[in-house]
Nanobody, 113 residues
Framework: VQFVESGGGLAQPGGSLRLSCVAS????????MRWFPQVPGKEREWLAV????????DYADSVNRRFIITRDNSVNTVYLQMNNLKPEDTAVYYC???????WGRGTQVIVSS
């Protein structure tokens, strides 16, 4: 099982970023996928989840409709569209099916003016 995250970078408050995660080593189309931000000294907590096709999405309260999680099963990729970014969104973002698989390297998001 492998996850390769990309798309992070430096953004200004109010700006947008689109994260991508390419997954391999399991049946992607049948798996839920989650995004997890992590800041130094804190545990990863899920931010967004997309269930198998047709079963919807869910978000942590902190997202407040600013982020959108989508997936493309044809390329084993999950995305996180991040809008109206805030400094508190600064973190390394990881994707995974849950908490049991190995973690990728993540992608760093920094929101600062």
């Amino acid at each position: 099982v492998q996850f390769v995250e990309s798309g992070g970078g430096l953004a200004q408050p109010g700006g947008s970023l689109r994260l991508s995660c390419v997954a391999s080593g399991f049946t992607f189309s049948q798996s839920q996928m989650r995004w997890f931000p992590q800041v130094p000294g804190k545990e990863r907590e899920w931010l967004a989840v997309i269930i198998r096709p047709g079963l919807g999405t869910d978000y942590a309260d902190s997202v407040n409709r600013r982020f959108i999680i989508t997936r493309d099963n044809s390329v084993n990729t999950v995305y996180l569209q991040m809008n109206n970014l805030k400094p508190e969104d600064t973190a390394v973002y990881y994707c995974n099916t849950g908490w049991d698989n190995p973690w990728g390297r993540g992608t760093q998001v920094i929101v600062s003016s």
